[in-house]
Structure formats: C-alpha cells, structure tokens
T-cell receptor, first 113, second 113 residues
Framework: DSGVTQTPKHLITATGQRVTLRCSPRSGDLSVYWYQQSLDQGLQFLIQYYNGEERAKGNILERFSAQQFPDLHSELNLSSLELGDSALYFC????????????FGNGTRLTVT | AQKITQTQPGMFVQEKEAVTLDCTYDTSDQSYGLFWYKQPSSGEMIFLIYQGSYDEQNATEGRYSLNFQKARKSANLVISASQLGDSAMYFC??????????FGTGTSLTVIP
C-alpha cells in the first residue's frame, strides 16, 4: 500500500460530461503529481502541485484543471470529455528532494462512451 | 533529447533466469535520482528500487539490482531468478534537482514457464 488514495477506482461517463478525480497524498507528502496513461501507452505528466501551489505543468489540456487544497488533497477536473480522454489517471505524491520516489495511487480508470 | 530512453519495448525471459532491462538517461545535473517502477496488468505502479547520483555502490532490493554506470549514463535493472509474477511493464524514471520526474516509455517483460 503506497499510502496514496485515489477515488473513484472506475468511472464511466458520456462524451461532453465533466468528472472530478480525487487524490489524498501520503501523510507528510506536500507534492502531488497527476499523470495520464492511455491504453498501452506510457505515462503522460499532466500537472504538479506543491503545498497548494501549481509547480509544473505538462501536457494538460485546457479542458482539464486541477487544484490542491489546504489539507493537501488534490482534485483533477476533466470537462467536455471526449472518447480520447479514456485512460488510467494516476495521482502520485512525494516529498521534496531528488532522492525521493513518487508514490502512486492505484489510479482512476476513466471510460468515456 | 529524451531524458529517459528505454530501447526494449518487449523482453522475454525463462523462469528462474536473470534478465536485464536497459535504461539510459540524459541530464546535466550533478544531483539526481534514478528509479524503477513495475506496472503489472492490474495497473498499479509499484516502486522497486532507487539509485542516487552520488551512490558509489549499485542499489539492491531483494531480487532487483540496479546496474549504475554513471559515465555511460545508464541505469539498467537486473531481475535475478525471474518468477511468473515478474511479468509486467517496467518503467525507468529520473528525478532531477528541480524535482521534476521523467519517465521512459517502458519495457514489457514476459516470464516464460
């Protein structure tokens, strides 16, 4: 158990809809990262937050947004969903420092129909 | 240039044999960390092993070892005595001093009974 909690595990929704994915980081971790993994693809970095502030942005679409709250949990909002947004979305958390690993949640599997 | 390169999309190994998964990296930082993750078919991302740029000894964690060759910028994962449960996708990653993580495209390992 990595200590990172993601909800929900599975989400099925229709095109054009909006969903919110939730993440609680490991206790003590200030950084939260979001990744997208499409079928048989690698990990695409979306966005990173550190202690409530956006720290780095990757290939995140304008239809997607995220935030990290004062209690350090984070939410990823996906809107105007398209079929191509179907993927496994991971949240991961870490402490600062180049020698600290990312600890991943179990992911949210999003299916857009 | 790619920060992390994994040149083996797929690998096969006989059960109980050892296997090496290749990873090369590109950085101009002096301080960085190298990580390997395992992603079984169930989807979760499992942290396996870490090597720091200043570590002179190769990291080991049970049947996993990291063959770190700094001058060649390579960080190969060696799995000894392969087991059927080792069949999975394996990702190499690097974290630089600026705290961004970079992932390779992964190697799919299949252990043959």
């Amino acid at each position: 158990d990595s200590g990172v909690t993601q909800t929900p595990k599975h989400l099925i929704t229709a095109t054009g809809q909006r969903v919110t994915l939730r993440c609680s980081p490991r206790s003590g971790d200030l950084s939260v990262y979001w990744y997208q993994q499409s079928l048989d693809q690698g990990l695409q970095f979306l966005i990173q937050y550190y202690n409530g502030e956006e720290r780095a942005k990757g290939n995140i679409l304008e239809r997607f947004s995220a935030q990290q709250f004062p209690d350090l949990h984070s939410e990823l909002n996906l809107s105007s969903l398209e079929l191509g947004d179907s993927a496994l979305y991971f949240c991961a958390s870490s402490v600062a420092g180049y020698n600290s690993p990312l600890h991943f949640g179990n992911g949210t599997r999003l299916t857009v129909t | 240039a790619q920060k992390i390169t994994q040149t083996q999309p797929g690998m096969f190994v006989q059960e109980k044999e050892a296997v090496t998964l290749d990873c090369t990296y590109d950085t101009s930082d002096q301080s960085y960390g190298l990580f390997w993750y395992k992603q079984p078919s169930s989807g979760e991302m499992i942290f396996l092993i870490y090597q720091g740029s200043y570590d002179e000894q190769n990291a080991t964690e049970g049947r996993y070892s990291l063959n770190f060759q700094k001058a060649r910028k390579s960080a190969n994962l060696v799995i000894s005595a392969s087991q059927l449960g080792d069949s999975a996708m394996y990702f190499c990653a690097m974290r630089e001093h600026g705290n961004q993580f970079y992932f390779g495209t992964g190697t799919s390992l299949t252990v043959i009974p």
